[in-house]
């Protein structure tokens, strides 16, 4: 069974920093998505950005040059770490994961999901 554990979210002052870390375990760690989602308040769940397993990355135009997805195959964990945050960044944050295929950022394509970790970015 997939299992995806995020941690590291918090509250912070529009401008400043934090990472958000995805544990994994369950896994088949070859040939596969790993991906942020969020969801503000009464909004869908947008993809924010995903990294695949050999390590090409996709963003969502609404977080390029501030965030930076990666992982560490060894640990087993992805990591996305945000700068510049802005209010609009607010939300709760997901991992999601998905076997193959090409890149996406629809939550549709994603098969297993995390508990998500919430981020608050103050005016």
């Known amino acids: 069974q997939v299992d995806l554990v995020e941690s590291g979210g918090g509250s912070v002052q529009a401008g400043g920093s934090l990472g958000l870390s995805c544990a994994a375990s369950?896994?088949?760690?070859?040939?596969?998505?790993m991906a942020w989602f969020r969801q503000a308040p009464g909004k869908e769940r947008e993809g924010v950005a995903t990294?695949?397993?050999?390590?090409?990355?996709v963003y969502a135009d609404s977080v390029k040059g501030r965030f930076t997805i990666f992982q560490d195959s060894a640990k087993h964990t992805m990591y996305l770490q945000m700068n510049s945050l802005k209010p609009e960044d607010t939300g709760m944050y997901y991992c999601?994961?998905?076997?193959?295929?090409?890149?996406?950022?629809?939550?549709?394509?994603?098969?297993?999901w995390g508990q998500g970790t919430q981020v608050t970015v103050s005016s």
């Open positions: 990294i695949f397993s050999e390590g090409h990355r």
């Open positions: 999601a994961t998905k076997y193959g295929g090409i890149w996406s950022l629809a939550k549709t394509q994603y098969t297993y």
């Open positions: 369950g896994f088949i760690y070859d040939n596969y998505w």
